[in-house]
Nanobody
Framework: QVQLVESGGGLVQAGGSLRLSCAAS????????MGWFRQAPGKEREVVAA????????YYADSVKGRFTIFRDNGKNTLDLQKNNLKPEETAVYYC?????????????????WGQGTQVTVSS
């Protein structure tokens, strides 16, 4: 059974940093696209960052460019998201996702596997 488990969420002050981690089990995703999404209360789920199986090929939402960095360790089957200079409006549940394809994918429909999410709260 495939599982994606996120960790690293929590409460942080505005301007602070957090690193989210996603550990995959049940199959390897070393040849697949993976990504991070977030959903704030009352809003649609949106893509934050995504990477092809080669992490050097990555996508970032305009709102996080220069502050967030996606890392993947194909040997460990993990995907991390380093988030710096966090803003209160980035309070949300953050989800890890994995695709059956190899490319960078920025839509929810492009992903076949999802984690349960981890809460990030940014206080002002």
């Amino acid at each position: 059974q495939v599982q994606l488990v996120e960790s690293g969420g929590g409460l942080v002050q505005a301007g602070g940093s957090l690193r989210l981690s996603c550990a995959a089990s049940g199959r390897t995703f070393s040849r697949n696209g993976m990504g991070w999404f977030r959903q704030a209360p009352g809003k649609e789920r949106e893509v934050v960052a995504a990477a092809s199986w080669i992490a050097a090929i990555a996508y970032y939402a305009d709102s996080v460019k220069g502050r967030f960095t996606i890392f993947r360790d194909n040997g460990k089957n993990t995907l991390d998201l380093q988030k710096n200079n966090l803003k209160p409006e980035e309070t949300a549940v953050y989800y890890c996702a994995a695709s059956s394809g190899t490319a960078v994918t920025t839509t929810q429909r492009g992903y076949d596997y999802w984690g349960q999410g981890t809460q990030v709260t940014v206080s002002s």
